[in-house]
Structure formats: C-alpha cells, structure tokens
C-alpha cells in the first residue's frame, strides 16, 4: 500500500528531532547570512579569546574593535523593533537615546577605569557632534 504524501517516510519511533547543535549551526548561518556586516560577529570571540591569552594590546584592540561594529549595529535593530512593539513613541525614543549611547557609555567606563580622561573626552566630543551632524535632526 503507497504511503500518503504527506506522510513521512520514517515512523514516528525513528525520526529524531534536531540536535542543539544542529539547531545552533543553522541560526549562525542565518544570522551571517542575513547581513555583510554581520560576517564581522566572527571577531567576538577572537577578541575575547585574545585577551585571554595576551596576544598583545594591538591585537586585542583590533580584534575587539572590528567585533563591535555588528554589536552596536545589532543592539540598534533590537531596540528599533522592541520601540515598534511597544506602541509608544516616547518610550521608544527613551530606549534609543539610552541604548544609541551604549557603545560611548562602554568605552567610557573601561577608559576611565584605566585613567585616560582624554580618551573619554574625546569618545563624548565624538557623540555629541555625531548627534549634531544627524540631518533628521531639527534645531
């Protein structure tokens, strides 16, 4: 007797549900694949596993650098989606100016832990005329 289309070729006993890791390799793939800028999330652990084992400042420093542009590019769609969600645009436009100034706040505070106030003078000069230089910006 023929089996029905949609009727799977395995019984039910047989089939296996995916793997966590199966399921895992295929979100990586989808996520790199669903923007160029997102092939750049490859340097995440590389600059943390730099760190740990003292592969030098500049390395470090490059490897963490480029792994925080698709950081500061993902962390603006999650609250660009989670502001269209929550129906209210005052509250949306608190989690973007909260969260748009994440990457500033972070440098900031690792600069002045290490005592270089110029480094986070100059990190708030840059966001301030970045925010200037918006042309949706109306003054």
Not at 32 to 52: C, Y
Not at 57 to 69: D, E, V, Y
Not at 88 to 95: E, P, R, V
């Given at each position: 007797m023929p089996a029905a289309e949609n009727e799977p070729l395995l019984p039910q006993s047989i089939r296996r549900a995916p793997t966590v890791s199966q399921n895992t390799v295929k979100t990586i793939k989808l996520t790199?694949?669903?923007?160029?800028?997102?092939?750049?999330?490859?340097?995440?652990?590389?600059?943390?596993?730099?760190?740990?084992l003292s592969w030098g400042?500049?390395?470090?420093?490059?490897?963490?650098?480029?792994?925080?542009?698709?950081?500061?590019?993902v962390l603006a769609f999650a609250t660009e989606e989670l502001g269209e969600s929550l129906h209210?645009?005052?509250?949306?436009?608190?989690?973007n100016a909260t969260f748009g100034n994440a990457v500033e706040v972070i440098v900031s505070i690792i600069a002045l832990k290490q005592n270089q106030i110029t480094m986070v003078q100059a990190s708030m000069l840059d966001s301030r005329l970045n925010y200037l230089t918006k042309p949706w910006l109306k003054l």
């Open positions: 790199l694949k669903s923007s160029p800028i997102n092939w750049f999330l490859l340097f995440v652990p590389f600059g943390i596993l730099a760190e740990k400042s500049t390395a470090i420093f490059t490897l963490n650098f480029l792994a925080i542009i698709p950081l500061a590019s209210n645009n005052s509250i949306a436009g608190l989690m």
